[in-house]
């Protein structure tokens, strides 16, 4: 997910440089969402991994 992120920022980044500024500012927003989507996945699968190694001890 963190992929299609970067991807989409590029994307924002390369229409920006070339004028299309909705279309920049759409991927901008799309990759923010995916970015923030990407870093709660994480952090769950990282409190859910403490805690099922806490349990194992």
Same mark, same amino acid.
């Given at each position: ?6 991807? =989409? %920022?590029?994307? +924002?980044?390369?229409?920006?440089? =070339?004028? =299309?500024?909705? !279309? +920049? ?5 799309? +990759? ?11 952090? !769950?699968?990282?409190? %859910? ?9």
């Amino acid at each position: 997910m963190v992929k299609w992120a970067i991807i =989409f %920022f590029v994307i +924002s980044l390369i229409a920006g440089l =070339f004028g =299309f500024t909705n !279309i +920049s500012a759409g991927a901008a927003g799309i +990759s923010k969402v995916l970015f923030v989507i990407a870093l709660v996945i994480f952090l !769950i699968v990282l409190i %859910f991994g403490v805690g099922l190694g806490v349990l194992a001890f």
